[in-house]
């Protein structure tokens, strides 16, 4: 492994844990033990790559010291959704990047997953269609082994067909993806909420919907989310032991 490879990772591993510390500061604990957890592993693969003795003990005293709080942040984390008491609650500012689906989720998707209940009743636009979409997608690429997916939305009253023949088909592509979408539709519904059934439930006040349109289809943000303007909203997070279906 070339010097310049493990000055990479060491660069990669002290952003991940600057980011964990910053999560850690502002309460958002199950995201910065994601952080920890990949910073800790950084670090690790730069510990078996260097030779000098003194700049291995120096990286072995940071590691148990991230090691160490993160086993703190985990007993605080398991202690409060035993209790039923774990809320964290994001602020996703005006404008702001860097809160896809992936960078929201992904902390609160362990393997366990496989059940997810999605209520919004504003999945009927194109764009909201594409965003349940994606949303789809990213259950499919994560670590867990989702097999079945609740939407309960509402009616496109103005473009039903539309609606109706966008969540057939892919009804049908996440069928031969071996994953069922259980569809429903509610003309009363208003909160948003999504539930999965290892215990974590995720509430946004835009439910999907809160990134705002791109300049253009050849403007960055428009593919990659994490790149993709916000609109302002709170997102709140529970967790509890006795998931229900919606």
Not at 121 to 140: A, C, G, K, V
Not at 224 to 229: A, F, K, P
């Amino acid at each position: 492994m070339t010097q310049n490879h493990v000055a990479g990772m060491e660069t990669s591993a002290i952003s991940v844990l600057k980011r964990a510390v910053e999560l850690d500061n502002s309460g958002r604990f199950q995201e910065s033990l994601v952080c920890y957890q990949e910073g800790i592993q950084l670090l690790m693969d730069v510990l078996k790559a260097v030779k000098d003795d003194s700049k291995r003990g120096h990286f072995r005293v940071k590691i148990k010291g991230y090691m160490d709080r993160a086993e703190q942040i985990k007993v605080h984390v398991n202690q409060m959704k035993e209790d039923g008491k774990y809320h964290e609650q994001i602020r996703i500012a005006e404008d702001a990047t860097g809160y896809s689906y992936e960078v929201l989720f992904k902390p609160y998707m362990s393997s366990l997953l496989t059940e997810v209940w999605v209520q919004d009743p504003y999945i009927r636009h194109t764009h909201q269609l594409y965003n349940f979409l994606r949303f789809s997608e990213m259950l499919l690429k994560a670590s867990c082994k989702v097999t079945k997916i609740h939407l309960l939305t509402s009616q496109d009253e103005a473009a039903s067909g539309q609606q109706s023949g966008a969540l057939a088909e892919l009804k049908e592509s996440l069928s031969a993806q071996g994953v069922t979408l259980d569809l429903q539709y509610s003309s009363t519904i208003h909160d948003r909420e999504i539930r999965f059934d290892n215990g974590w439930i995720i509430k946004i006040g835009r439910g999907l919907d809160y990134f705002k349109r791109p300049q253009g289809r050849f403007s960055i943000g428009y593919c990659d989310y994490d790149l993709r303007q916000c609109h302002e909203t709170n997102v709140d997070i529970f967790h509890t032991k006795h998931t229900k279906t919606l």
